[in-house]
């Protein structure tokens, strides 16, 4: 499974550089995108759910692309990479079954954070999706957290459900 392990990193490590290219240029012409395909103006809540509709027909990988090529400082390589790795990632996991966004914080008007839960047949898999507006209304993918262990991302809330109990 080192797939597993290495995968949380290159996708921060992805979103990380671009957001530091981003911050360095920010008056540079995004070079990548494509006249053909104009960017979409789909709300969070919009992107997740189409992202695990693909996850439904067995395009996780493919919808995890669409998500991260909304930001335009990410090269189409890397997102290749990260799309494709995730992909074989979640085909260890069986069919799968439903989602529900669980937790929804707002950091600023322009910066939203959303974490969910997707069920598959053989595990549950939480991921944490960090997106931004730069005021256009063109929220962007900025960040991407995952783990298939649930303890570990609800780790603050079970700490604190837990202290009050009185062991």
């Not at 597993?4 to 990380?16: D, N």
């Not at 799968?96 to 069920?119: G, M, N, P, Q």
Request: proline letters at 5%; hydrophobic letters at 40%; a neutral charge.
């Amino acid at each position: 499974m080192k797939m597993k392990a290495l995968f949380p990193l290159a996708v921060a490590l992805l979103l990380g550089s671009a957001a530091t290219v981003n911050a360095q240029n920010q008056e540079a012409p995004a070079a990548a995108e494509s006249p053909a395909r104009p960017a979409p103006k789909l709300s969070p809540k919009q992107q997740i759910t189409g992202f695990y509709a693909m996850c439904k027909q067995g395009r996780g990988g493919e919808g995890l692309r669409e998500m991260l090529s909304s930001n335009p400082v990410v090269k189409a390589e890397d997102v290749q990479k990260v799309a494709d790795a995730f992909a074989q990632m979640i085909s260890q996991m069986g069919a799968f079954i439903d989602f529900k966004i669980v937790k929804e914080t707002e950091i600023s008007e322009r910066t939203l954070v959303l974490r969910s839960v997707a069920h598959f047949e053989r595990q549950p898999f939480v991921n944490e999706f960090t997106f931004y507006d730069p005021g256009s209304g063109d929220w962007r993918l900025v960040h991407l957290r995952y783990d298939a262990n649930l303890a570990t991302m609800f780790q603050d809330e079970i700490r604190n459900s837990s202290s009050g109990g009185g062991n």
